[in-house]
C-alpha cells in the first residue's frame, strides 16, 4: 500500500481514481500519506502560516440554502449587523498585532445600500491601516459591476465557496431557483478572476449521500477553474436546517473529520502552491483540528476577531468554537496552535497565493 502511495506523491498529476483512493484512506496508511504530504509541502511552501483576522460582520441573509443556520428562513436566528465603526476597530487591532490580513463575511445580499456600505467600509479600513493590512472579502454572488467597485477600493481576495461542484447534490443542499443557480455561481467565480482578485472557493466533506468520487471531482474542479485559495471543511448539521432530517445516515463525525484532512493534503498534492485554510469546523471535532491541518497541507488560519457579543449568533453550524473568546484570546491561543503543529507565523504578511501570481504570469 505504501508503495502506491509513495507513487502517487511524485506524480505531475492525479486522476479521479487517484484522488478517490487517497481521500478514502484509513489506518497506518492514512497516517503514512498524510506524514509524508506534510513533510513534502514543507520543502516546496515552507512553514510560515498566515493569519486571516475574521469579522463576521453580520448574520442577515437573502439566501435560504438548507444546511445553513442562518438561512433566511431560520425565524430562530438572532440576527445582527456590527457598526461600521466597530468593523473598522477591528481591523486597526488586527493591523496593530502584524495579522497582515482581515477577512470580512456576512450572510449574501446584494441590494445596493449593503454594496455601497461594503465600498465605504473598504476604502475606510484602508485608510485606516495605511494600506497594509491586506484585505479578503467572503460576500457572495454580487454583479461584475459591484465586484470590480470592491476591488477597486481596496479588496484583493475574494473567497466564494460552491460548496458542491456536483451539480445535482448541489441542488440537495440549496433551493432550486433563481437566487441558488449552479451556473450564476461558477460564472461568478470567473468573473472575480477576471477583475483580478485572488479567487477562493471551498466544500463541505460529508454531506448527505456524497461519495469519495465526487469528493475527487470537487478537487479536479479547483484545479481545472485554477482556483488560487480554497476554504474546505467537515459538514455539521445544524437543528434549525432542512438537512438536518438526514442526520442520520451521515457519516460520523470523526469520519468527516478524517477525510477532510484526507481532502487538504490530496489537494496540496494536486496544487502545490495554493493557499489552503485550516478551516475553523474541524475544531468543532477535535480540539486539535486546526493544527493537525496545518501539518498536513493548510498554511492560512482565521483568528475570530468579531466582537464577542456577536460571535455566537453567528452560527453556520452547531457547536462553533471560539464564540466566548475575545479577539487577544483567540490570537493568542492560535499562536500556540501554530507552533504546536511545527509551523511559524508569517507576521504583517499578506500572504498572498504563489499560484495567483503564477497564473497572471507576474512575480511576486
Not at 475574521?54 to 438572532?78: A, M, P, Q
Not at 479567487?199 to 488560487?228: C, H, R, W
Not at 462553533?320 to 499562536?335: I, R, V
Request: proline share 3%; aromatic share 10%.
Amino acid at each position: 500500500m505504501s508503495n502506491k502511495i509513495d507513487n502517487l506523491l511524485v506524480k505531475e498529476t492525479l486522476t479521479r481514481d487517484e484522488l478517490s483512493f487517497l481521500i478514502s484512506l484509513e489506518g497506518v496508511e492514512r497516517d503514512y500519506f498524510l506524514k509524508s504530504v506534510g513533510n513534502k509541502y514543507v520543502e516546496t511552501l515552507g512553514k510560515k502560516v498566515y493569519f486571516r483576522g475574521l469579522v463576521e460582520f453580520s448574520n442577515y441573509c437573502t439566501k435560504d440554502c438548507y444546511y445553513c443556520g442562518i438561512r433566511k428562513s431560520n425565524n430562530h436566528s438572532e440576527r445582527y449587523d456590527i457598526d461600521d465603526q466597530a468593523i473598522i476597530e477591528a481591523a486597526i487591532f488586527a493591523h496593530e498585532n502584524k495579522y497582515g490580513s482581515l477577512v470580512l463575511q456576512s450572510g449574501e445580499r446584494s441590494d445596493t445600500t449593503f454594496t455601497s456600505r461594503i465600498t465605504n467600509l473598504l476604502k475606510a479600513i484602508k485608510k485606516a491601516t495605511n494600506g497594509e493590512l491586506g484585505i479578503t472579502i467572503s460576500l457572495g454572488e454580487q454583479s461584475e459591476e459591484v465586484y470590480r467597485e470592491w476591488f477597486e477600493a481596496g479588496a484583493h481576495r475574494y473567497l466564494l465557496r460552491i460548496e458542491s461542484s456536483n451539480k445535482e447534490l448541489y441542488y440537495k443542499i440549496h433551493p432550486e431557483d433563481e437566487k441558488h443557480n449552479f451556473e450564476t455561481r461558477i460564472n461568478c467565480l470567473k468573473t472575480l478572476q477576471k477583475i483580478g482578485y485572488q479567487t477562493g472557493t471551498g466544500v463541505m466533506i460529508g454531506l448527505p449521500l456524497q461519495s469519495y468520487e465526487q469528493l475527487a471531482d470537487d478537487l479536479l474542479f479547483f484545479k481545472d477553474m485554477n482556483i488560487d485559495m480554497v476554504g474546505m471543511g467537515p459538514f455539521i448539521e445544524h437543528t434549525e436546517t432542512p438537512l438536518y432530517a438526514h442526520k442520520d445516515i451521515l457519516w460520523p463525525l470523526q469520519r468527516r473529520f478524517d477525510v477532510s484532512l484526507n481532502m487538504i493534503a490530496a489537494l496540496r498534492l494536486l496544487m502545490p502552491d495554493i493557499n489552503i485554510a485550516a478551516a475553523t469546523a474541524l475544531q468543532a471535532i477535535d480540539p486539535m483540528g486546526r493544527e493537525k491541518a496545518l501539518r498536513y497541507g493548510a498554511n492560512v488560519i482565521m483568528p475570530n476577531i468579531t466582537p464577542t457579543l456577536h460571535r455566537k449568533d453567528y452560527t453556520l453550524y452547531e457547536n462553533k468554537p471560539c464564540t466566548d473568546e475575545g479577539a487577544e484570546d483567540c490570537s493568542n491561543c492560535l499562536s500556540i496552535r501554530v507552533e504546536m503543529a511545527g509551523r511559524e507565523i508569517g507576521y504583517s504578511e499578506w500572504g498572498d497565493s504563489k499560484h495567483y501570481f503564477k497564473r497572471q504570469g507576474k512575480s511576486n
